[in-house]
């Protein structure tokens, strides 16, 4: 990398080809859903279903569609919560990444009790979320993107399916959340940078961390009664190194932020990520902020 290289967008920095093989589980070690009783960055996944069926319930929903699902972090909350669901609506999820929609197959295959009223139900595949064309125009009465749109490349073609895909009589909702703020980010894996100047970690788009700019990009697409919340986040762990292990593996920029690098060099960055967070912070969690929008056609 260049020695005095920009800062780029995330959006601009990771690769679609990047985002096609990205993959993290939804339990296991190592994974954002190790340890259920700390905090954790998809609890905005719970906050941003409610804040959907204050709009319009999903009890009255014909079909959901979960876009950039991941591992199926939507769904997984959906049916862990108290939120009615229609029974007889669609359960959409689609992802660019295999090995994410992996994930949700793999659970469906384990047929646990009530599966027949919940996994079950859902159909995932594999498709790029700036061309849905499998999914009909104007058939979506509920669309969900939790912490996704704001990392595809190419935002607006998203966006613009998002519009397409929606019912266009006026009780359709739409909500999306990104990442303002996370203390993993700004405090933790800057490290490298900071250890190794030439080594510029992407920055997040300002339109997706501001409250205001959200709104506005969201008007920009051609939504409606836009509303953009705050919700207060947070990373919680019991272990510093292996915290460090799964942020590593689980940032989709590290392997080109720290191509080049020798064993020694990433040996002592995660060693002074270490160091830092025991240092900075004590109590075993990192604060973060998401933004949650929701918003009509």
Request: charged share 25%; proline share 7%; glycine share 6%.
């Amino acid at each position: 990398m260049a020695a005095n290289a920009p800062s780029t967008s995330v959006q601009e920095f990771i690769s679609r080809d990047t985002w096609k093989n990205h993959s993290y589980g939804m339990s296991g070690p190592g994974s954002p859903h190790a340890h259920p009783t700390k905090a954790s960055p998809m609890a905005t996944a719970r906050h941003q279903l409610e804040l959907i069926n204050s709009v319009s319930p999903f009890s009255t929903a014909t079909s959901v569609l979960d876009i950039a699902c991941g591992p199926g972090t939507v769904y997984r909350e959906l049916f862990s919560s108290n939120l009615p669901l229609s029974p007889t609506a669609a359960l959409l999820a689609t992802d660019i990444s295999a090995p994410m929609i992996s994930h949700i197959t793999a659970r469906q295959a384990e047929h646990q009790p009530g599966d027949e009223h919940s996994w079950a139900r859902v159909k995932a595949w594999v498709a790029d979320a700036t061309n849905l064309d499998t999914v009909p125009s104007d058939s979506q009465s509920h669309v969900v993107s939790q912490m996704g749109i704001f990392l595809i490349p190419d935002s607006d073609a998203a966006l613009t399916e998002v519009r397409r895909v929606m019912r266009k009589d006026g009780k359709a909702v739409f909500s999306m959340s990104s990442v303002a703020k996370a203390a993993w980010n700004q405090d933790i894996m800057c490290m490298v940078e900071e250890l190794h100047p030439e080594r510029k970690m992407p920055t997040m788009p300002r339109k997706w961390c501001d409250k205001g700019l959200f709104k506005e990009e969201l008007e920009r697409n051609g939504f409606k009664g836009v509303r953009v919340e705050e919700f207060k986040m947070g990373l919680g762990y019991e272990d510093e190194e292996k915290t460090v292990e799964m942020l590593w593996k689980n940032m989709p920029f590290i392997p080109q932020v720290t191509r080049g690098m020798s064993e020694e060099e990433i040996k002592h960055v995660k060693a002074k990520m270490v160091e830092r967070m025991k240092e900075r912070f004590p109590g075993k969690e990192m604060p973060g902020l998401a933004l949650i929008g929701v918003a009509s056609v």
